[in-house]
């Protein structure tokens, strides 16, 4: 991980701890978000984004990921590990319909890019919340096959499974970091 990034998920745990201290187990967990762009998709045209994340032995995948009942996740940024094929922005939404953010275009996301751009804000989602995002290509793909481009987003894992705190409760601790 870049300096950025490490110091970002490093402030959102600092955070996390001091709200919520012994009563959850806090860890980073890291969403690979997959972009199908199609031949002759257009600029413009929202795709959805296939996503994968391994909590334990667990993998939860597809193009909405419902967060674990007994977790609340802080999406704290997203990156790229090179240039994408095609650029673009990702919209993040919150149960398929509430859209919380937009990400800078994939190519300002690099992560050994000195002048990278984190996503504005970090994004919450609290027990039995679904994530979903979509990509919006910049170009439209002219060519004849589906390009294909990786972005990874960091997630800092709240989960009270071993605690008695119900779902509410975890909402308005969490509603501070």
Known sequence: MSFMLESRVQNILNKVYQVVGNQGQIYTAQINLTINIPAG?????????????????????????????????IIADIYTTGTPSIDGNLLIYKNGVKFLETTPNLSALTINNPARIPIPVPVKYFPQETINMLFVPAAANSGSTTVTDTAYAIVVVIDFSYSNLPPAAIASMLSTV
Request: aromatic content about 4%; overall charge neutral.
């Open 41 to 73: 998709a257009p600029a413009g045209q929202p795709l959805p984004v296939q996503m994968s994340i391994t909590l334990g032995q667990n993998t939860l995948s597809g193009s909405a990921i419902v967060v674990p009942a007994t977790q609340a996740w």
